[in-house]
T-cell receptor
Framework: NAGVTQTPKFQVLKTGQSMTLQCAQD?????MSWYRQDPGMGLRLIHY???????DQGEVPNGYNVSRSTTEDFPLRLLSAAPSQTSVYFC????????????????FGPGTRLLVL | DAKTTQPPSMDCAEGRAANLPCNHS???????VYWYRQIHSQGPQYIIH???NNETNEMASLIITEDRKSSTLILPHATLRDTAVYYC????????????FGTGTRLTVIP
């Protein structure tokens, strides 16, 4: 299993540009989420999904859109990039504490580093 | 809102036990204590979790006080590769499974 994969690893955008951060998992996990991490800070939840076709907002959703058309993929869209969105973005997935999985352990991807000029 | 309080930084000599404390005085009866760590800006990695009993796995031990208001993560023989930021998180198991990260404890293992 590849686990949770994210692309791209690095991206530079100009203010006002749009882009999509890709996230995929091959563990058949129902739950997926996006976090952002600013320098010296902990991770903050942007959006999450409890299954295909279902998404909800987290702590800091403004400026981001998500959709979940398949179990495997959970892309994060920046509609009009702003310098305040310069951050490292992490995607995570988990099951719902099924047998053998300790209470829905979350598995994180390697992150996408985004710089908005 | 932060549900946990951790010291911002700690040092530990290589080969010695690292004891990382966490206060969670407002923890609810159905909330678990989870520990994750983040090595050098990589994605966070699950370490261990517990409800009220002490837990041990291949990575660490988790000691939870009887009143559940605090806990300690123990790395029995710290190595240089254990240098990381350690996050203590309380959450209800299952459900939406959202994690609320604080700023954690930066553990530095010294040779």
């Amino acid at each position: 299993n590849a686990g949770v994969t994210q692309t791209p690893k690095f991206q530079v955008l100009k203010t006002g540009q749009s882009m999509t951060l890709q996230c995929a998992q091959d563990m058949n996990h129902e739950y997926m989420s996006w976090y952002r991490q600013d320098p010296g800070m902990g991770l903050r939840l942007i959006h999450y999904s409890v299954g295909a076709g279902i998404t909800d907002q987290g702590e800091v959703p403004n400026g981001y859109n998500v959709s979940r058309s398949t179990t495997e993929d959970f892309p994060l869209r920046l509609l009009s990039a702003a310098p305040s969105q310069t951050s490292v973005y992490f995607c995570a997935s988990s099951s719902y504490g099924l047998a053998g999985d300790p209470q829905g352990t979350q598995y994180f991807g390697p992150g996408t580093r985004l710089l908005v000029l | 809102d932060a549900k946990t309080t951790q010291p911002p930084s700690m040092d530990c000599a290589e080969g010695r036990a690292a004891n990382l404390p966490c206060n969670h005085s407002t923890i609810s009866g159905n909330e678990y204590v989870y520990w994750y760590r983040q090595i050098h800006s990589q994605g966070p990695q699950y370490i261990i979790h517990g409800l009220k009993n002490n837990e041990t796995n291949e990575m660490a031990s988790l000691i939870i006080t009887e009143d559940r208001k605090s806990s300690t993560l123990i790395l029995p023989h710290a190595t240089l590769r254990d240098t990381a930021v350690y996050y203590c998180i309380v959450r209800v198991a299952g459900g939406a499974n959202n994690l609320f990260f604080g700023t954690g404890t930066r553990l530095t293992v010294i040779p």
